[in-house]
């Protein structure tokens, strides 16, 4: 999977999921300061990716991706290393 559908993806449920403008959601948008999301809908944001990507995010990692780019980055590496 490439990462411009990797974001595309991410992109979608942040729009889908959480009703964030998709004019607002850029790669280095910050989930918590530029998006407003709040623990709760990140935590529910995670489950999202790990469901749809299918890959396992432990809490560790998920606190290391801040924006939009690191979290495509992250998803990419282990959807990638899955193969």
Not at 15 to 31: H, R
Not at 49 to 65: G, L, S, V, Y
Request: proline share 2%.
């Amino acid at each position: 999977m490439p990462k411009e559908e990797i974001q595309k993806t991410i992109t979608n449920i942040l729009v889908d999921k959480l009703g964030i403008a998709s004019s607002e959601i850029t790669a280095d948008a910050s989930f918590i300061k530029d998006l407003g999301i709040d623990s709760l809908d990140y935590a529910e944001l995670v489950m999202e990716f790990e469901q749809h990507f299918n890959i396992r995010i432990p809490d560790m990692d998920a606190e290391k991706f801040s924006t939009i780019n690191e979290a495509v980055k992250y998803i990419d590496e282990k959807v990638h290393s899955a193969e």
